[in-house]
Structures are given as structure tokens and as C-alpha cells.
């Protein structure tokens, strides 16, 4: 079974740092590209970044209004991605999802893993 | 990059067909063939619905499909059931390497 599970979220003061974790399992991690997409309580889905397999030399993209704060990364040989989030501010505040987009495909995700819970708060 | 814009809601009858509208720009939905859609039940994550503008992913009902025309797209639900209510997202690859989501639309089956 294909299955993405995020880890790693929290309480969080404004100006701090949080890093999270998006374990894959049951597909061919290391040709999939990876994204980050957030979701504030009760608002749309926002994307955050990606970044692509080692085929597409890992490269990496960022919306603005996190481009210079958030980092994504990866390692192949532990099957996880990580979103790096710092000099957060209340507007982070959201549930954060991670998504594979598989490397035949472009701009669709699937699946999405079931998100971690950000919450930036003095 | 703006958002891609859907109507906040749309509702109908079940047995019933809705339409869902996304628009954008030349540098997103009119110049790619890659529009997704996907269904959030409250609490729960995104669901790939239709991919790469009509195509649907194994397991998805064929009363689901996609179509675009200029800078629109378009989610058709069919055969409305109450379990399709929840909100519905559309996405589109970007000239700048991203992505960019609709503001979703929530669907009510009355």
C-alpha cells in the first residue's frame, strides 16, 4: 500500500523554528518528486514547495510567501522528506500535508498523507 | 501567483449533475494540460479525483470527469450522491515550475 505519514508538528512561537517529517512507504521513493501542501483551519489548500528526485537533481521550488524561511529536503535512503520551517509566523499556522507526484506524472497528487497540525502561537 | 477561481459553493438533488468552475490564466490552466481536482471530506486529506484536465484514477467513480476549454476548467459530477458532498479543489501546473490551487468549492447535496 502506497502511504505517506507526516510527523513532527506542534505549538510554536512566533519567530521559531519546527522541522517536519513525511515517511513514504510502498512505492519507488527516490524517482518521486515531493510536495508540501497547507491548509489554515477553514481555509483552501495552499502549496508550498517541492522538491524532485535525484533524477531532476532534487531540485527545489517555493511559493512566495514562504520562499527564503521554509526548506524541503530529503534522504533517499530513510524514504522521507522534511519541510524545514523557519522564522514562522502566525499566518504558518495550519495543517501541512505531504504528496507524491509520481515521476510519469506532472502537477497531481497521490496520495496525500493525513497531515500535522502547525500551530504558531506566543 | 493568484489563486485559481472557483465558486464558493455549488448544491443540487441527488440523481442530479453539477458543474464546477476553475479558472485561471494562460500561465496556468490555458497553457497546460495539467488540471487535477480533488474531494476533502471534513477532516480528512485531499483525494485525486480527475487528473491531467479528464482523467480519472483507478477506483474513482465515472460519474466523475473533467473538461477544459481557454483558461476554464470543469469538474462534472453526475448521478449526484449524498456522499459526494465535501468541498472540491481544482489545481494547475504553473510557467513557473509550481503549482496552484483553486480557493475550493464546497458541494452541498440537498
Known amino acids: 500500500e502506497v502511504q505517506l505519514v507526516e510527523s513532527g508538528g506542534g505549538l510554536v512561537q512566533p519567530g521559531g523554528s519546527l522541522k517536519l517529517s513525511c515517511a513514504a512507504s510502498?512505492?519507488?521513493?527516490?524517482?518521486?518528486?515531493m510536495h508540501w501542501v497547507r491548509q489554515a483551519s477553514g481555509k483552501g489548500l495552499e502549496w508550498v514547495g517541492r522538491i524532485r528526485g535525484k533524477a531532476n537533481n532534487y531540485a527545489t521550488a517555493y511559493a512566495a510567501s514562504v520562499r527564503g524561511r521554509f526548506t524541503i529536503s530529503r534522504d533517499d535512503s530513510k524514504n522521507t522528506a522534511y519541510l524545514q520551517m523557519n522564522s514562522l509566523k502566525t499566518e504558518d499556522t495550519a495543517v501541512y500535508y505531504c504528496?507524491?507526484?509520481?515521476?510519469?506524472?506532472?502537477?497531481?497528487?497521490?496520495?496525500w498523507g493525513q497531515g500535522t497540525l502547525v500551530t504558531v502561537s506566543s | 501567483q493568484s489563486a485559481l477561481t472557483q465558486p464558493a459553493s455549488v448544491s443540487g438533488s441527488p440523481g442530479q449533475s453539477i458543474a464546477i468552475s476553475c479558472t485561471g490564466t494562460?500561465?496556468?490552466?490555458?497553457?497546460?494540460?495539467?488540471v487535477s481536482w480533488y474531494q476533502q471530506h471534513p477532516g480528512k486529506a485531499p483525494k485525486l479525483m480527475i487528473y491531467d484536465v479528464s482523467n480519472r484514477p483507478s477506483g474513482v467513480s465515472n460519474r466523475f470527469s473533467g473538461s477544459k476549454s481557454g483558461n476554464t476548467a470543469s469538474l462534472t459530477i453526475s448521478g449526484l450522491q449524498a456522499e459526494d458532498e465535501a468541498d472540491y479543489y481544482c489545481?494547475?501546473?504553473?510557467?513557473?515550475?509550481?503549482?496552484?490551487f483553486g480557493g475550493g468549492t464546497k458541494l452541498t447535496v440537498l
Open positions: 510502498g512505492f519507488t521513493f527516490s524517482g518521486s518528486a
Open positions: 489545481s494547475s501546473y504553473t510557467s513557473s515550475s509550481t503549482v496552484v
Open positions: 504528496a507524491r507526484v509520481v515521476p510519469t506524472a506532472i502537477g497531481w497528487f497521490d496520495p
Open positions: 494562460s500561465s496556468d490552466v490555458g497553457g497546460y494540460n495539467y
